[in-house]
């Protein structure tokens, strides 16, 4: 069976003209996909992870929609809870220093430049295109990185790279 391509997956979903998934939603759904998981059309656990939490200007949508699904993922794989926490977390974390070292922070606000809770904030998201431009390249950066753990020698490979 082919599967398409994650990071054009992510484009379609987020591009869409309906504007129906935010940064973390088209993540989630995504990575899903690509790992397979149930349910994976479902995006309601992160709609309000979009804009670093309700538009709050925290966390990237599009890294915490990647927890969500690395942490589901690592759940299947992991018949230890603990075990499969702590593995999700690492993977993460290095997520989270990889992301930083590409765009120069992870929280929202500093990487779009706005605040999404005004009115002027959000217009000026929209308007200017940055969640077209900005947003996308982060979005298809985490989605690019994450994706390959579907292969189960890729998973070990950075599970054994994220030791601490």
Known sequence: MDQIDPVERARTLFLDEANVYGCAETVFIVLKEAYDLPEADDSAAAMTLNG???????????????????????????????????????????????????FGASDCRTLTGVDLRTEAGHRAFIEGGIWRDRCMRQIEFVVGRLAPLVDDTTWEETLAKTQV
């Open 52 to 102: 670093g939490l309700a538009y709050s200007g925290g966390p990237c949508g599009a890294v915490s929609g990647a927890a969500m699904a690395v942490g589901l993922l690592a759940a299947e794989r992991i018949d230890d809870h603990r075990a499969a926490k702590t593995a999700a977390r690492r993977i993460v974390m290095q997520l989270m220093d990889e992301f930083v070292g590409a």
